[in-house]
Every structure is written in C-alpha cells, then in structure tokens.
C-alpha cells in the first residue's frame, strides 16, 4: 500500500529536486555577481579613501619634516654659541670647555627632538 503511493509522489518529487537544483544554481549565480559588484565597490571606495587622505598624509608629514629641520638648526646655532664661549673663556682648559659645550648642545637637542 506504501509502495503503490511513493511511486505515485516520485514523479513530483523528482520534478520539485530540479527545481530545487536549478534555483540553487541561480541564487549562486545572483550571489557571485553581488560579490563581484561589492568587491569592486569595495576596492573603488578604498581607491577614493586612499586619494582623499594622501593630501593630509603629505601635510603632516612635511611639518614633522619642518619642525625636525628647526630642531637640528638650533642644536647647530646653540653648538656654536657654545664653542663661542667656550673658545673666549680661555685657553687653559679649552678642552675641557669644548667638552662641556659640546655635551649641553647635544643635551639641548636632545630635548628638542624628543618634543
């Protein structure tokens, strides 16, 4: 009695599984093109992030690059007022004094660098 009824519904059944199938296939093929489309999306809007951010990127960078370039230029200045003074403070200990000159400079740029 089973066996006459499932062969009745089999036809049916096997008709609705290709259906099943053929949907299946056209929701993979909608699904690979919306991931293509959002992939490109994607990259376009990276593509336009990129573009709108290098300009402030490059700002930035060029006032770290100024502020840098007045750092080693006042190291540089206050060396030499140091040797200055230290040349004009006399001769018996010009070493000595070059010496300390030197050091407060390189401590003085130190701490310019480090701001």
């Given at each position: 009695?089973?066996?006459r009824r499932s062969s009745e519904f089999e036809p049916r059944i096997s008709a609705i599984t290709d259906h099943l199938g053929a949907i299946?296939?056209?929701?993979?093929?909608?699904?690979d093109s919306a991931g293509q489309s959002a992939s490109a999306g994607a990259s376009d809007a990276m593509d336009q992030i990129a573009k709108a951010?290098?300009?402030?990127?490059?700002?930035?960078e060029d006032r770290f690059?100024?502020?840098r370039r007045?750092?080693?230029d006042q190291v540089a200045n206050l060396g030499?007022?140091?040797l200055r003074l230290?040349?004009?403070?006399?001769?018996?200990?010009?070493?000595?004094?070059?010496g300390v000159a030197?050091?407060?400079?390189f401590l003085i740029g130190i701490a310019i660098c480090r701001r």
């Open positions: 009695m089973f066996h299946r296939k056209e929701l993979g093929a909608i699904g951010i290098q300009p402030v990127l490059q700002e930035i690059s100024a502020g007045r750092a080693v030499n007022q140091a230290g040349s004009e403070a006399g001769s018996q200990h010009s070493f000595a004094i070059i030197l050091s407060v400079g």
